[in-house]
């Protein structure tokens, strides 16, 4: 299998989702890992769990949901991270170990992960201080890797971005060509370094201070099929794919969409702070709302893509998970960075339905774009 995963995120869904699999993975007797862990920002509020990463007996996930109609609860301690390291506080350490040290990365960099700061546009992006931006920390790593020669490297983006993979290889490019690098620097990019599309698909809804997680039993990781790709480990919620379309289609434009959906009524109606997603659809009228927009809305897009029993079942699945009992997803977290999601999951939905032939009139979905746009429905 393979060795050492970098993994750029600390996030509560990579613990209970990429970590727990390799954990997972591990004990089945695969060889792949360990993990260390980078914070890639500043945050404050996050700097407890880069010190709690690689502590023994490793951390508490717990699965929490129904399988086949039935309750499950399920409490594994991950064991696969074994350190945790601050892009901005061991840089020097973080520049060795990507260097020498790193089979495969992983990272999870939120909605606006792959933005570049303007500074990171210049050639002092390769001085020893760390870059400002995620993309500019990576470009410089790789650069350092580079000269230190170059071993191949599989890069597995988890972000809910169309060909994230592809995305992320662009942006590094760029900023490889905007800080004068080497031809034969941007020649490796292309050739040694693997940049591979993914999707994932969790409901991850609750921390556990100051590392750990409560998420949902349905899990997938589906990963886009490439010459030269082998998988780090195996595991069921791993499927390898020739195209990840459908599978980003579903997610995106029902399940994403639907979060989106509710958390626009959240934010009009002024719903409690901790209200979460089954307490909002306990109320009738606002469950035959979403209903209805799936129905109405969203089905007739799908239908013109060929695609109608896929999301008929994806739909239903999605409900179900929505409702799950032992979950507690709050809309707060869900409306973060609104505007941006709005953009890709019903925006998004939209265009491709118009591309498939699909003249949507859809005023619920219009409306919601309208408002996060600043525009009269």
């Not at 599989?154 to 080497?182: H, K, M, S």
């Not at 626009?264 to 606002?286: C, F, N, S």
Request: one cysteine or more; hydrophobic letters at 45%.
């Amino acid at each position: 299998m393979t060795g050492r995963i970098l993994q750029f995120g600390t996030s509560r869904f990579l613990q209970a989702h990429v970590d727990l699999f390799v954990h997972e993975a591990r004990a089945a007797g695969q060889t792949v890992g360990p993990i260390t862990v980078v914070q890639t920002s500043a945050a404050v509020e996050r700097s407890g769990r880069i010190a709690a990463f690689g502590a023994p007996g490793g951390y508490p996930v717990i699965i929490r949901g129904l399988e086949n109609g039935a309750p499950v609860e399920r409490r594994l301690m991950v064991s696969s991270v074994d350190r945790g390291l601050s892009a901005i506080h061991d840089w020097a350490e973080l520049r060795r170990l990507f260097a020498t040290s790193v089979d495969v990365v992983v990272l999870n960099t939120g909605d606006t992960g792959y933005d570049v700061a303007p500074a990171d546009r210049q050639p002092s992006l390769l001085a020893a201080a760390p870059p400002a931006s995620f993309p500019g920390k990576l470009t410089a790593l790789l650069h350092h890797r580079w000269q230190e020669g170059g071993q191949p490297l599989t890069i597995l983006p988890c972000e809910l971005l169309q060909q994230n993979g592809r995305a992320l290889r662009d942006c590094v490019v760029a900023l490889a060509e905007a800080a004068q690098t080497a031809p034969d620097f941007r020649h490796w990019l292309g050739e040694s370094v693997l940049w591979v599309n993914t999707l994932v698909d969790r409901i991850v809804s609750e921390a556990i201070e100051p590392i750990g997680a409560i998420a949902e039993p349905y899990a997938l990781w589906a990963i886009e099929r490439q010459p030269g790709l082998t998988l780090p480990f195996s595991h069921p919620s791993v499927v390898l794919a020739d195209d990840l379309e459908p599978f980003e289609r579903l997610k995106l434009h029902i399940l994403n969409l639907g979060h989106t959906v509710l958390a626009d009524l959240w934010l009009q109606q002024g719903k409690p702070a901790q209200q979460t997603v089954r307490q909002m659809l306990a109320e009738p009228r606002i469950r035959s709302e979403l209903e209805n927009v799936y129905r109405q809305e969203v089905l007739p897009g799908f239908a013109m893509r060929g695609m109608r029993d896929q999301a008929e079942a994806y739909m239903a699945t999605t409900l179900e998970r929505f409702l799950n009992p032992f979950l507690a997803h709050r809309l707060a977290d869900i409306a973060q960075n609104h505007a941006a999601k709005v953009e890709r999951r019903i925006a998004g939905f939209l265009a491709w339905a118009a591309d498939g032939g699909a003249q949507l009139t859809a005023p619920v979905l219009r409306a919601i774009v309208a408002r996060a746009a600043g525009a009269t429905p």
